[in-house]
């Protein structure tokens, strides 16, 4: 593949991901978890997708997959054409170092790297880079998330919405076909959330595809196109909006039921009180 340009994979008339009756199952201490239920979706090239939906609905399951940082129980996942489910571990590396930027909602900075050092690392875990163009790619990478002043610091004297960007610039700097953030946003406050995804929109303005996962609406629908899960499986708008008011009914009930438990108990250890009082 072309390492001075941004990679096209194989097949880039197709979609650039296409998931088919994907599911995935954990098994532990004897329990299953169906974390996702017959996913099908499709992310073509130059696409800003976002995922939204409850905590535990299988988004970062999902994402994993997407990324081949692990690997479905059934269906099947095509990238570029070429069909990932099929591949041997060391051939889906491979791919994931070269094709996929990840940007995590922890950041996952190393401490004790510098700023330019953390963005160049998973390039030498390429290993087809000479240094001379890594060093370029580091550079170009920080100025467009616009830290390139700050390439010498390191994570811990940065504010947490610039260790987000430079995390950005270490998933810009292998150039890959797709960038994908698990709720970029998650440890930031809104200033810094704002920040991240206004230049999240840059990059897909620049041409990048990216999937972004989140659980917060409001930052969904500055992407292109959304994408709904609900207890591991991808819904319509109109039944996402459904099912989650239908939970959040259920959580006020839940939460009034505890608040007169609470109400109950509290009068009764007062009433059982009162005889030692009366009696003293
Ligand atoms: N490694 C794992 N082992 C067992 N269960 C898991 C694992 N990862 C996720 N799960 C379970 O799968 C479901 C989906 O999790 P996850 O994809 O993290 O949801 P989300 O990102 O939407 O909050 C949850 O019930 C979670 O507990
Ligand atoms: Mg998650």
């Known amino acids: 593949m072309n390492t001075s340009t941004p990679s096209t994979p194989p097949g880039a008339a197709g979609p650039l991901i296409a998931l088919e009756a994907m599911s995935k199952v954990f098994l532990t201490d004897e329990v299953e978890t169906h974390a996702l239920a017959g996913v099908a979706m499709a992310i073509h090239q130059g696409e800003y997708v976002s995922i939204t939906g409850p905590s535990g609905c299988g988004k970062s399951t999902l ?7 692990d690997t479905p129980s059934e269906g ?3 990238f570029g054409g070429v069909a990932v489910h099929a591949m041997k571990p060391a051939q889906r590396a491979t791919i994931r170092n070269r094709e996929i930027g990840f940007i995590f909602q922890a950041f996952n900075l190393i401490g004790d790297l510098s700023v330019a050092a953390n963005v160049e690392l998973p390039l030498i875990f390429r290993g087809d880079l000479k240094k001379a163009e890594r060093a370029e790619r580091v550079q170009q990478a920080l100025e467009q998330v616009g830290m390139a002043h700050r390439a010498q610091h390191f994570p811990a004297q940065l504010s947490g ?7 950005v610039a270490r998933a810009l700097a ?18 810094n959330s704002e920040a991240v995804m206004t230049l999240l929109s840059d990059l897909h303005s620049a041409g ?3 999937c972004m996962v989140t659980h917060d609406v409001r930052y969904a629908d500055v992407a292109q196109r959304q994408i709904f899960m609900f207890d591991g499986k991808v819904v319509d708008a109109a039944t996402s909006q459904r099912l989650r008011s239908e939970e959040a009914e259920q959580f006020e009930l839940q939460l009034a039921r505890s608040r007169r438990q609470v109400a109950t108990a509290a009068s009764q250890s007062a009433a059982a009180r009162e005889p030692l009082r009366a009696a003293s």
């Open 174 to 191: 292998g150039r890959p076909a797709i960038l994908l953030a698990d709720e970029p946003t998650g440890n930031l406050d809104s200033r």
């Open 161 to 167: 919405g610039q260790q987000q960007r430079v995390a």
């Open 208 to 210: 990048s595809t990216i």
């Open 63 to 69: 994402l994993s997959i997407l990324g081949m940082l």
């Open 76 to 78: 099947s996942y095509h």
